[in-house]
Each structure stands twice: as structure tokens, then as C-alpha cells.
């Protein structure tokens, strides 16, 4: 078992970090999903979390984007410790610093694309109608969508309703991307699509992307990987 790095993979500060981070559910024999989890993730780091089917992948990822509270141990993001926090900081935290694609788009059927990455703008609320507008028409544009702006998820293929979900989660300019499974329900080329599209956000935006996947392909091709069993890390090693 190689242990987790100390720090961050490209010597930058830690922007994520994991300190003993368990999480167990309470039941008549309760279940360990995420067991002593250590780590540091910095700038710009393009990060793939790997194991086995129930492994704690999953698990792991919404207790690092404050969607879930540990059990025991701690998020830290920027320095800032997150255990006591309210739920409403929580949400705020998540609004401001974290964006999310999960595998299934999870776009709002009746909106266009251009609309539903206008919404978590609208939520925020630091930019006026017009700015909002410009964000997201530049957001869907570097993405390759620049035609298809007005149209509603039915009438995008699954590799672009899945960059529009990209581009939503890059809205609020978090400086961390969380995606659980974000090619799993998609076909080869749209995969490579989507992969594309977040190898570009963390070389050309330096936001930092961190990706449950059961594509050994994929994984292979990110500088990180963070490998789970059995709720525990394996390894975690530059590849």
C-alpha cells in the first residue's frame, strides 16, 4: 500500500485537503464507506479517484464537495476547516468554490442550454443580467456549443448535454470541479469529448478537477490517481 501524498502533486498550496476523513453509516451493523482518508490537492490538478465497485469513491467525493458530513475527521478547503460549519455555509461554500457534473446531465428539461448556466449565476448573484448573459454564452462557446446555445437538453446529443453540465459547473468560476462518473452514460467519442473538456479547464482556467471513474483509459491519462478499497486508500501516486 503506498500511502497519500503529503502534498499537493504539483508543489502548489493545498486548495483540498482530507485529514482522517471517515464516514460510516449508522445501522444494526453499521457500514464503513470511507475509512481514514489523508490527502492533500492543489491548483490546477487534474485528479482521478479509482477502485472497485463500492469501494468509497463516490462516498468520498460528496464528503469533499460538503454534500455529506464525515463521520469523524475533516475537509479542509483553502486552509479553512468545514466540520462545524452550518449547513447554510456549507451551501454557500459549494455555490461559490465548487462546481459539480455528475454522470447524468441533471440540466432542467424545459430551460435551453444557455439558461441553465445562466441559473446558478442568477443564485449568486454577483453579476448583473447582461454580464450573466456574456459568462455563459463564452462558457458554452469555449466548450464548442456556440450553436447550440438555444436549445433545450432534447435536442443535444449525451456528449453535449453533458459539456453543457460542464459549463454550468464552471458558472460561478469555482476553483474546484468535482465530477462523479461524468462519461459513464456516454459512448466513446462523446467521452473523449467531455474528457477534453476538463483536461482544457484545468490546463487553460488552472481549476482544479477531481474525477470518480471506473474508465481505466481515462484514468490513465490524468497526472493523479487516487485509488480506493474497501474505503481506504490503496495508493495515491503521479502517473
Not at 212 to 219: E, G, S, Y
Amino acid at each position: 500500500m503506498t500511502g497519500a501524498a503529503d502534498q499537493p502533486a504539483n508543489g502548489s498550496g493545498s486548495l483540498l485537503e482530507a485529514r482522517n476523513l471517515t464516514r460510516i453509516l449508522p445501522a444494526v451493523v453499521p457500514v464503513t464507506l470511507v475509512r481514514d482518508v489523508d490527502f492533500k490537492i492543489g491548483e490546477a490538478e487534474f485528479v482521478a479517484i479509482t477502485g472497485p465497485s463500492g469501494s468509497g469513491k463516490s462516498s468520498l467525493l460528496y464528503l469533499l464537495g460538503l454534500l455529506d458530513r464525515p463521520t469523524a475527521g475533516e475537509v479542509l478547503i483553502e486552509g479553512n476547516k468545514t466540520a462545524d460549519l452550518s449547513s447554510a455555509d456549507m451551501a454557500q461554500i459549494r455555490l461559490e468554490k465548487i462546481g459539480f457534473v455528475f454522470q447524468f446531465h441533471f440540466l432542467l428539461p424545459e430551460f435551453t442550454a444557455l439558461e441553465n448556466i445562466m441559473i446558478p449565476m442568477q443564485k449568486l448573484g454577483r453579476l448583473n443580467a447582461r454580464d450573466q448573459l456574456e459568462h455563459a454564452t463564452r462558457l458554452l462557446s469555449d466548450l464548442g456549443l456556440e450553436d447550440f446555445l438555444h436549445r433545450r437538453p432534447a435536442q443535444l446529443s449525451g456528449g453535449q448535454r453533458q459539456r453543457v453540465a460542464v459549463a454550468r459547473a464552471l458558472a460561478n468560476a469555482p476553483d474546484l470541479i468535482l465530477a462523479d462518473e461524468p462519461t459513464g452514460s456516454l459512448d466513446s467519442a462523446a467521452t473523449e469529448q467531455v474528457f477534453e473538456s476538463l483536461q482544457t479547464i484545468v490546463e487553460t482556467q488552472k481549476t482544479t478537477v477531481i474525477a470518480v471513474t471506473h474508465d481505466m483509459d481515462l484514468a490513465a491519462r490524468m497526472p493523479r490517481r487516487i485509488h480506493l478499497v474497501d474505503g481506504r486508500i490503496d495508493y495515491d501516486r503521479a502517473q
